[in-house]
């Protein structure tokens, strides 16, 4: 082979090299289901697998969410505004962006809805690569009564398993117990505490901090257990 086509061999693999994969999308779940008024956490993880930091542009593409449904990027719990479909951010050598999610409020239409995301690294459309998420959203499932006595009703917890809230619907028929919910783990140490007060009717469990796994809820009538139920936290 002649020098001059060395050379160009050289750097045409120079340049495919350029064009390289530069990272990961880890972790990808691809298809979710909640009920109308709810919302959907969808992460979206990013690994930079090249040797140096990049910007990487995010952006969501040909979604067909109706009317009533918002969708917000959020970094940890800072999200943009609902219609900003596209925006940058930078991910050091080696390292994995967790905090990204795409964040849906579900609205009153039942159906499936596809979402089409875009990932690339700024300044090379070749690396480009394509996230396709399936929404179900469906009716609201009766929720199941799962303990009443004189003093209270309690319904089972929905939507169980749950990605960031979930929410226990519940009535006090006595003012004059004290009421309260502790969430914990399978090791009994307690995550949260939760007052039932007599004047409300739901209470909201925060699980979008929680690590996905199995914990339960007790309902404490004047500090005595009543009810233990299951809780699955998922991403």
Same mark, same amino acid.
């Given at each position: ?8 061999g050289?750097?045409l693999?120079?340049s495919?090299?350029?064009f390289?994969q ?5 972790d ?6 909640a009920?109308?008024s ?14 140096k930091?990049?910007f990487?542009?995010?952006r969501i593409v ?11 990027f959020?970094?940890?719990?800072n999200?943009l505004? !609902?219609? =900003?479909t596209e925006f940058s951010?930078?991910? #050091?050598?080696? /390292?994995? @962006?967790?905090?990204l999610h795409f964040y ?5 239409v039942?159906?499936q809805?596809p979402?089409?995301?875009e ?7 070749n690396?480009?690569v394509e ?9 609201k499932?009766p929720?199941s ?10 319904h089972d ?6 990605i960031d809230? !979930?929410? =226990?619907?519940y009535?006090?028929?006595?003012? #004059?117990?004290? /009421?309260? @919910?502790?969430?914990h783990?399978?090791l009994g ?5 939760h ?10 469990i925060?699980?979008?901090?929680l ?5 339960f ?8 257990g009543?009810?233990t139920?299951k809780?699955?936290v998922?991403?």
């Open positions: 082979m002649s020098i001059k086509g060395i050379v160009i050289f750097l693999l120079a495919l090299g350029s390289s530069t990272f990961d999308l880890v990808r779940t691809d298809t979710y289901t009920g109308i709810q919302s959907i956490r969808i992460p979206i993880k990013i690994k930079n697998t090249s040797d930091a990049q990487y542009i995010i040909g979604n067909e969410l109706s009317g009533t449904q918002k969708g917000y959020c970094i940890d719990k999200c505004e !609902a219609g =900003i951010k930078r991910v #050091e050598a080696g /390292a994995t @962006l967790e905090s849906l409020e579900t609205g009153l039942t159906g809805y979402l089409r995301f990932i690339f690294a700024k300044g090379n459309i690396t480009l996230h396709h998420v399936n929404v179900n959203i469906e009716e499932q929720k009564l799962v303990f009443q006595s004189k003093d209270i009703t309690v917890v929905y939507p169980n398993p749950v809230q !979930a929410y =226990i619907d009535r006090l028929h006595n003012e #004059e117990v004290k /009421a309260k @919910l502790i969430v783990n399978i140490s307690s995550i949260s505490n007052e039932l007060p007599y004047s409300e009717f739901k209470v909201k925060e699980a979008q901090d690590t996905p796994g199995v914990y809820y007790t309902v404490y009538i004047d500090n005595i009543v009810l139920r809780l699955i998922r991403r």
